[in-house]
């Protein structure tokens, strides 16, 4: 009987390989970045058509290949970065295992045309499934250019399972943003299909991150510089009144290397005590420089993670030179992270005109979230009379009630009118003889935060900000659809400095951003003009904080495959909701309740939170026997 075994060919081995070091177009960006900067280049431009799904050009003025080299660097296990087992504890290279060019060059038509300075002809190859097509000498300046077109040519399966444009891009934006943020004197530049995202001049490390987190960031920077024998600690934290509702602008580099590290996260956050307003997320960019000996970066290419010697040292030392420094520079927490003093006081309804002057704009003055003062639909009585009715069939319906059988208590036909949070709380003030409404107790709140209320058959608790969001998320989906929304103009339009990968989305989204009743123009280098805000949000919120928070969730939503409108539906109303800790007037809380019931979906926020629990009469005296 014939033997059984076979080497594989090379094109499929390292297609094999391939997987597992490109898995996305963004991975490809990353390797040939470090490729270029291995090389010693001071400028790297980096080009891509299609979010990489056709085009990922990098060009690079480093060293440049000999024609021989150039041919080898492609073969698995081709590096010129290390010679000896013992080379590898001593890795000062971002590259080093030789497997990325043979990787790409699997999987894509590679085009690459490099020159070193000594020579005066460079060299052209152009490779396809591990095959070189073409080998001819080419004029090219000094340096190397690599060309990556239609990733995953040959492998379906894994181009089927790239995600979408807006998705890939993003994961591209991030990779760039951490070999630029990484590498400060080097000159980068971003261009995607025609537009320059971004265009980062050689400097210091604070003009970098300018660059990258946009010119407003500037002020928000504070540097961290410690060193000892063991490492060396540098870079900045942000002040703790301008942490974002998410993470993002976190990096820790290693060696210059970028890594993620939930434990040195940790140190870093412990440092801010707490400085942070929950459920934030500092900005810190932190290099730590340490004696390759004391690391193993020796681990799987892709994971960014790392073993330190003593991790416990490193832990402690980043964590106090981290104090250290928000000490220094005096960063105190500012007052008014979650609510105003004056909001503990009943407030009134208040007046149009004070709305309408945009001078709330800086934060809540006083007014209350839910009760905006623009009439417009309170007037509509026939809105009102079904509001009641629904109202009632809720409170008799919630027996029945429960999160499994969604289809009972969908609201009929009659209540497709669009949510509104104005409508009806005056008019229940002003009580109509006979209405049920009279009967009612008032709802509680509970640790500013939940709403407690009774019901027919016992008693229900609200999460007033799972409420919020679905009741605002809701509407806005409904106003995406209508096509038409009421915007409050501002007295003064305000600016909007963004960084310019926040432009650059914020650009695309114009559209159904302004149809939520923003009004906001485009004002060139990566700076918007407000105009008008959602005539709900006039002097609620710092409208500046809202859109960015509106654009910080978006990127978040963007693995979930939204589609836009949801994902801009579910952003704004995770943005504009009224938060934990917001203290609320009984009936701004009844205005919640009436208004979550007339939700398609009551039972969960948009992001799968609970909105309420209930517990029955019979299930209370139990708990007392
Ligand atoms: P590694 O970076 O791990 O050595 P790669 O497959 O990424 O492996 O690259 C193989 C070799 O090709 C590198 O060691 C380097 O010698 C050469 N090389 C790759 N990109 C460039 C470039 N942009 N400029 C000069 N040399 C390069
Ligand atoms: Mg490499």
Same mark, same amino acid.
Request: charged share 25%; with cysteine.
């Given at each position: 009987m014939a033997d059984l075994i076979q080497l594989l060919p090379d094109a499929i081995a390292n297609q094999i390989a391939a997987g597992e070091v490109i898995q996305r177009p963004a991975s490809a960006v990353k390797e040939l970045m470090e490729n270029a900067i291995d090389a010693g280049a001071t400028e790297v431009k980096l080009v891509i058509k299609d979010a990489g799904k056709a085009l990922?050009?990098?060009?690079?003025?480093?060293?440049?290949?000999?024609?021989?080299?150039?041919?080898?660097?492609?073969?698995?296990?081709?590096?010129?970065?290390?010679?000896?087992?013992?080379?590898?504890?001593?890795?000062?290279?971002?590259?080093?295992?030789?497997?990325?060019?043979?990787?790409?060059?699997?999987?894509?038509?590679?085009?690459?045309?490099?020159?070193?300075?000594?020579?005066?002809?460079?060299?052209?190859?152009?490779?396809?499934?591990? #095959?070189?097509?073409?080998?001819?000498?080419?004029?090219?300046?000094?340096?190397?250019?690599?060309?990556?077109?239609?990733?995953?040519?040959?492998?379906?399966?894994?181009?089927?399972?790239?995600?979408?444009?807006?998705?890939?891009?993003?994961h591209i934006n991030d990779e760039f943003q951490r070999i630029a943020i990484a590498n400060s004197d080097i000159f980068f530049s971003l261009h995607h299909n025609d537009s320059e995202i971004f265009h980062l001049p050689g400097g210091k490390l604070r003009q970098r991150l300018i660059?990258?987190?946009?010119?407003?960031?500037?002020?928000?920077?504070?540097?961290? #510089?410690?060193?000892?024998?063991?490492?060396?600690?540098?870079?900045?934290?942000?002040?703790?009144?301008?942490?974002?509702?998410?993470?993002?602008?976190?990096?820790?580099?290693?060696?210059?290397?970028?890594?993620?590290?939930?434990?040195?996260?940790? #140190?870093?956050?412990?440092?801010?005590?707490?400085?942070?307003?929950?459920?934030?997320?500092?900005?810190?960019?932190i290099f730590i420089d340490i004696d390759p000996k004391r690391i193993d970066i020796n681990v799987h290419p892709t994971k960014q993670e790392i073993k330190f010697e003593d991790e416990r040292l490193v832990y402690n030392y980043l964590r106090v030179s981290v104090r250290h420094a928000l000490g220094q520079y005096n960063v105190m927490p500012s007052l008014d992270f979650e609510q105003d003093p004056t909001f503990s006081q009943p407030t009134p309804i208040r007046p149009r005109s004070e709305a309408s002057t945009?001078?709330?704009?800086?934060?809540?003055?006083?007014?209350?979230?839910?009760?905006?003062?623009?009439?417009?639909?309170?007037?509509?009585?026939?809105?009102?009379?079904?509001?009641?009715?629904?109202?009632?069939?809720?409170?008799?319906?919630?027996?029945?009630?429960?999160?499994?059988?969604?289809?009972?208590?969908?609201?009929?036909?009659?209540?497709?009118?669009?949510?509104?949070?104005?409508?009806?709380?005056?008019?229940?003030?002003?009580?109509?003889?006979?209405?049920?409404?009279?009967?009612?107790?008032?709802?509680?709140?509970?640790?500013?935060?939940?709403?407690?209320?009774?019901?027919?058959?016992?008693?229900?608790?609200?999460?007033?900000?799972?409420?919020?969001?679905?009741?605002?998320?809701?509407?806005?989906?409904?106003?995406?659809?209508?096509?038409?929304?009421?915007?409050?103009?501002?007295?003064?339009?305000?600016?909007?400095?963004?960084?310019? #990968?926040?432009a650059e989305l914020l650009k695309e989204l114009l559209e159904p951003i302004n149809q939520l009743g923003f009004d906001i123009q485009e004002f060139g280098a990566n700076t918007f003009v407000i105009n008008g805000v959602p005539a709900e949000l006039a002097g609620k919120q710092d409208d500046l904080k809202t859109i960015e928070s509106l654009l910080e969730q978006y990127k978040g939503n963007l693995e979930l495959n939204l589609g836009t409108h949801e994902n801009i539906a579910r952003a704004m109303a995770r943005s504009a909701a009224i938060k934990k800790g917001k203290i609320l007037e009984p009936n701004e809380m009844q205005t919640l309740i009436d208004q979550l019931f007339g939700c398609e979906v009551p039972y969960l926020s948009p992001s799968g939170k609970r909105c309420f629990i209930t517990m029955e009469l019979e299930e209370l005296a139990k708990r007392f026997e």
């Open positions: 990922i050009q990098v060009i690079d003025n480093g060293c440049g290949m000999s024609e021989t080299d150039a041919r080898m660097a492609f073969e698995r296990h081709a590096t010129s970065k290390i010679r000896s087992a013992q080379d590898l504890f001593a890795i000062r290279t971002m590259g080093f295992r030789g497997e990325a060019l043979a990787s790409i060059a699997a999987i894509a038509q590679v085009e690459i045309k490099t020159r070193r300075h000594s020579d005066e002809l460079g060299t052209r190859l152009v490779i396809e499934g591990s #095959a070189i097509k073409i080998q001819e000498p080419c004029q090219c300046p000094q340096g190397t250019t690599i060309s990556i077109k239609n990733l995953f040519f040959n492998v379906p399966a894994r181009r089927n399972f790239l995600k979408s444009n807006p998705v890939e891009m993003r660059g990258v987190f946009g010119s407003h960031s500037n002020k928000k920077l504070v540097p961290v #510089a410690e060193e000892t024998e063991v490492l060396r600690l540098n870079g900045y934290v942000g002040k703790p009144e301008f942490a974002k509702k998410t993470r993002g602008e976190q990096y820790f580099f290693v060696n210059n290397r970028f890594i993620k590290s939930h434990y040195l996260n940790h #140190a870093l956050v412990s440092a801010y005590e707490d400085l942070l307003p929950t459920g934030t997320y500092p900005l810190y960019v945009g001078i709330g704009n800086v934060k809540p003055s006083g007014g209350s979230n839910l009760a905006a003062g623009h009439g417009e639909a309170s007037s509509d009585a026939s809105r009102h009379a079904s509001n009641l009715k629904h109202w009632q069939d809720v409170y008799e319906g919630l027996d029945e009630f429960d999160a499994e059988s969604e289809a009972q208590a969908t609201p009929g036909p009659e209540h497709e009118e669009p949510l509104t949070l104005e409508s009806d709380w005056k008019e229940e003030q002003g009580s109509m003889p006979g209405e049920p409404v009279q009967e009612k107790k008032k709802p509680t709140q509970l640790h500013n935060s939940y709403i407690l209320t009774q019901i027919k058959s016992g008693m229900m608790l609200l999460d007033q900000q799972a409420v919020h969001e679905r009741i605002l998320y809701e509407r806005y989906l409904h106003v995406l659809s209508q096509q038409k929304s009421t915007t409050q103009k501002q007295l003064f339009p305000r600016t909007l400095s963004l960084p310019p #990968a926040d």
